[in-house]
């Protein structure tokens, strides 16, 4: 299914009822037990010619390796396409089989699967169902279907931001917490980094991803809650870094979709959660690395001339937005880099054509695209006040700096306001809307520049005022005197649905040296405080911290580090 961000508020769906929902029957019915499946269908979205609808099914029999759930529409309903089954249609009659990793349907369990579809004139809901031949929601006594209350799903709006509160990983809540003076940001929301497959059922003791949405749920009570998720396990996973390799070879496309994505959004698609606003980030530093880092650029690694070859970053990032976007209360947000790796002149225009080509493959539309997000565990500053892009000294413009070395850009909030522009002129629909990370870029402390530097020259200049205070805007691994940046908040700037902390605070980038483990992540010298620098950074030191752990693995120095630098000030 394809949406704009408005079509679903301008096209209201069908509300519970005869006319919008067929319910199946609920603690409490007499003969319940006898029930030997159940089957709730419900339009969720109406626009007068075509409707989208999820159904679920719950197995009160023998447990199933598969299943076919069967019904018939009296009207002239039409399905157009499916997800989370294999959804086709005869004439009026319509059968739903079972995806490879839904097939498991044990005795008192359940599944949800959605479709899109077509008609003219009335969108009946059809009046009986089987599940594998056996009729559902009928009792011993031969009663029809009865109607529970219904919970209500949330309306999809412009920005998931707004208005709502905005889910607390009470996991790194706790750690934020155990530090000296951590409580004083430990309710901040983070993002919940969907990192490799174990992390979808949980691993090594850690929350899976129905847990976190079941807390959510708690925590939403009766407000709205925003639930951030970052989807991070691309097949040959980062190219040109090795501390965040993923799981996944460079062909291993079908695992990706099969193993990964698609557990993930048949979780995402339970009507349980329909009412909170879930929010992905999709795949970090992947399209991107396609522009900046193959050949011929001298940038070029070997891994990513690989992943450009093949095109599975291509697809693999448009069939995640196609099978997360179904989902109606879904916020799919693509990575944009940040302006130190993309404001250059040839790699702007060709990362927004690089993520558009991505977002019409594998059956995914820009319509799958609610907005982009920058700066993604980055250190870019939000904003430089002591300079601009347009400033020059004795006749030099700051471009000519070596700082800026030529960018068109000096700090986020400039670039990803124009990056939304740009990526509406590429055809992107004209309400998309943009995050900014700014868990790590608030650069404050001593060092922290308190005017422009002296215009004796253009580098005195702008290394005297800029926020930034990296040794170059390449360098990405436990920078050294990196400080919190602003608190999440919701539209803060024209063009930005949010600053948000989906990087979070105290996760390392990356290990110092060597480390064995089992999640499949390598040593990335840019992470080593000793390293010299390469290409990507103009050779300069890498400015890691030492002695940080692997990446995703809590760095307590760093977190230390974070809150004294914190910019505004902690209290």
């Known amino acids: 299914m394809s949406r704009t961000r408005t079509a679903l508020l301008a096209a209201m769906a069908l509300v519970a009822g005869a006319s919008g929902t ?34 679920t099914i719950t197995n009160n029999g023998a447990a199933k390796s598969s299943w076919a759930v069967k019904w018939s529409y009296a009207g002239n309903q039409k399905v157009t396409s499916g997800w989370n089954a294999k959804v086709s249609q005869s004439g009026t009659a319509v059968t739903a089989l079972n995806e490879s990793y839904n097939g498991t349907l044990p005795t008192g369990g359940s599944t949800s699967f959605g479709f899109q579809g077509t008609y003219s004139g009335t969108n009946a809901v059809p009046a009986t169902f089987t599940l594998d031949g056996v009729t559902c929601n009928v009792d011993d006594g031969g009663g029809g279907p009865t109607n529970p209350p219904d919970p209500g799903t949330g309306s999809r709006v412009d920005n998931p931001y707004s208005g709502a509160k905005v889910y607390v990983n009470p996991e790194w809540s706790a750690n934020a917490a155990s530090e000296p003076g951590g409580s004083r940001i430990a309710n901040q929301p983070t993002g919940v980094w969907l990192d490799r497959v174990a992390a979808i059922n949980g691993a090594g003791g850690k929350m899976g991803l129905r847990a976190h949405l079941d807390e959510a749920l708690k925590q939403k009570g009766s407000g709205e809650l925003a639930v951030q998720l970052v989807i991070y396990d691309l097949p040959g996973r980062d190219c040109a870094a090795l501390a965040s390799n993923g799981e996944f070879g460079p062909t291993d496309i079908d695992k990706y979709k099969t193993q990964y994505i698609d557990p993930i959004a048949a979780i995402l698609a339970d009507p349980k959660y329909a009412s909170l606003r879930i929010v992905t980030t999709v795949e970090l530093d992947s399209l ?3 522009v900046t880092n193959v050949s011929p650029r001298n940038t070029a690694t070997p891994n ?15 069939y995640a937005l196609n099978k997360l976007g179904d989902v109606p209360n879904v916020y799919n947000y693509v990575d944009a880099g940040h302006h130190g790796w993309l404001g250059w002149d040839d790699n702007f225009s060709a990362t927004v054509q690089t993520i558009k080509q991505a977002a019409t493959a594998e059956g995914a539309t820009v ?28 006749g030099k413009s700051v471009r000519e700096s070596k700082w800026v070395d030529w960018n068109r850009y000096v700090d986020e909030l400039s670039y990803a306001q124009a990056f939304r522009q740009e990526a509406v002129s590429q055809g992107f629909p004209s309400g998309v809307g943009m995050l900014i990370d700014t868990s790590r870029n608030g650069w404050g402390g001593s060092a922290r520049p308190t005017g422009p530097g002296a215009k004796t020259d253009v580098d005195t200049y702008v290394d005297g005022g800029r926020i930034d205070r990296r040794l170059n805007t390449g360098n990405w691994c436990n920078q050294s005197g990196a400080g919190l940046g602003e608190r999440p908040q919701a539209s803060p700037a024209a063009g930005i649905d949010a600053y948000v902390w989906i990087k979070p605070p105290g996760e390392s980038d990356g290990a110092s040296s060597a480390i064995p483990n089992d999640e499949g992540k390598g040593f990335d010298r840019m992470c080593d405080p000793t390293y010299t620098g390469n ?11 030492p002695n940080a752990p692997l990446s995703g693995h809590w760095f307590s120095a760093q977190f230390q580090q974070l809150m004294q630098n914190a910019y505004p000030p902690l209290p």
């Open 22 to 55: 067929a319910v199946a029957a609920y603690p409490g019915d007499v003969g319940i037990s006898a029930i030997p499946c159940t089957v709730d269908y419900k339009v969720q979205n109406d626009w007068g010619t075509g409707f989208t609808a999820n159904v």
């Open 288 to 290: 991107p690395n396609l």
């Open 304 to 318: 990513c001339d690989t992943m450009k070859s093949n095109g599975n970053y291509i697809k693999g990032v448009g």
């Open 367 to 394: 319509n799958d695209v609610h907005g982009f997000i920058t700066n993604t565990a980055n250190y870019s500053a939000l904003k430089e006040p002591y300079y601009t892009i347009n400033d020059s000294v004795n």
């Open 535 to 545: 290409p990507r950074n103009n050779n300069h030191m890498s400015g890691a911290l």
